[in-house]
């Protein structure tokens, strides 16, 4: 444990999400070192992200001798070990998992195992609009292959979650000031608000708007899919097990193979229709104008971004059948490769989600060791949309 005197001047910023609001091209500017911070020394403590946080906070519930606890108490243990030998000036965790977690159940979590290892600590958090955000969990689902998501149309999908509550935010971000105070900060991901419009050169800038952040290369992680693209994916996760893991790990798998692909001839994106937009309305502008009021110095960001989404909105909603977007020949050859990915994936080996998942980690950071604490996170990389 360091001394109190070189706790004092360490800084840690525990940066909670949410999902959909660039958490990737920040996690993956960390892990691949891109950040320079004059005369301060950082340290991001995993090859990839934070996300076993949330079930490892799960498992600390468990009984003492419960392999979940002991699971749990192993992984604090080896990231709190980390970070004491990095003997960092500021330590960044990243775990869009924690979006919707009990705020005392975090700061029980800091003061037990944080407190200890740094004297300034500050939770982060990025919220995006909500028609952005219901638009783009719906495009994740279909990319991990979630099986209610890939029978749904995205009205059915939106209407869903608006029945269930789903992405009201003053509540729970209200939560968080009210627990952390003035150490809590939120920050709106809109691209004409962000500094630089980068969500991770709006991190620095704003976490720490005294010291010079210098980023290396441009980093947009995991961008949009095109509905094109999006149409090729369910047509695979239709014929692969239904098992949750392999879905997700294939569909971010190929998800970054496209990204080095050429562009399609063509690239329509999704998007919310007029009537749609119209009930995203009337369900969220209540909510997103008391988090304006809040937050964002009643600045009209998030109620005028439903605007925008309306004016913007097609008539009609776009078909999200892939055989309005195929012919019957690129049909049948997507169905054949589909099936020939489940019958390979539907083996116990030769381990192929395992072998996917090192790509990946090897694509973004080729010249590191992967961390010992990247290991225990890969049953959480979902992002939860």
């Known amino acids: 444990m360091p001394s109190p005197a070189s ?60 392999p979940q606890r002991q699971k749990a108490e192993a992984y604090f243990e080896t990231l709190t070990a ?5 003997d960092a000036d500021i330590t ?22 944080f407190a200890p290892l740094a004297q300034d600590i500050r939770v982060v958090a990025y919220v995006r609009p909500h028609a952005g955000r219901i638009l783009s969990s719906y495009v994740e689902r279909i990319k991990v292959g979630a099986p209610q998501t890939l ?4 009205e059915t999908f939106a209407n869903q979650r608006m029945q269930q509550g789903g992405f009201v935010y003053h509540p729970r971000f209200s939560a968080l000031r009210a627990q952390f105070g003035d150490r809590f900060l939120l ?45 090729r994916l369910k047509v695979l ?6 098992k949750p893991k392999p879905r997700h790990t294939l569909g971010w798998e190929l998800h970054r193979i496209l990204d080095h692909f050429p562009p399609a001839p063509a690239r329509d994106k999704l998007q919310i229709h007029q009537s ?10 209540a909510d997103a104008r008391a988090l304006d009021q809040s937050f964002f110095a009643d600045q009209p960001l998030l109620a005028s971004d439903l605007e925008t989404t309306l004016n913007k909105a097609p008539d009609a909603a776009q078909s999200t059948r892939p055989a309005d977007h195929f012919n019957a020949r690129e049909l049948r050859s997507l169905r054949m490769m589909a099936t020939l990915c489940s019958n390979l994936l539907d083996q116990a080996k030769p381990g192929w989600q395992t072998n996917m998942h ?13 961390h010992a604490t990247s290991s225990l996170s890969q049953d959480t990389q979902a992002k939860r949309a």
């Open 151 to 154: 029978a749904q149309t995205l």
């Open 82 to 86: 980390e970070i004491k030998t990095a």
């Open 276 to 285: 749609l937009a119209q009930q995203l309305i009337a369900h969220y502008q």
């Open 187 to 231: 920050r709106p991901a809109i691209r004409s608000q962000l500094h630089q419009g980068d969500v991770v050169a709006d991190f620095f800038h704003y976490c720490f708007p005294d010291l010079d952040a210098q980023i290396q290369g441009d980093i947009q992680a995991n961008a949009s899919l095109c509905l094109e693209d999006l149409m």
């Open 7 to 66: 706790a004092a001047s360490k800084t840690l910023i525990l940066h909670i999400g949410d999902y959909k609001s660039g958490s990737t091209s920040l996690q993956m500017a960390l892990a691949q070192n891109r950040i320079t911070l004059a005369g301060r020394s950082l340290c991001y403590p995993t090859g990839l992200n934070h996300n076993a946080l949330n079930p490892m906070l799960t498992g600390l519930d468990k009984p003492a001798a419960h």
């Open 237 to 242: 996760h239709n014929h692969l097990p239904q």
């Open 358 to 370: 090192s790509w990946r980690l090897d694509a973004e950071h080729p010249a590191q060791t992967h």
């Open 92 to 113: 960044i965790l990243s775990a869009e998992t924690l979006e919707g977690r009990d705020p005392a159940v975090l700061q029980a979590m800091i003061n037990r195992f």
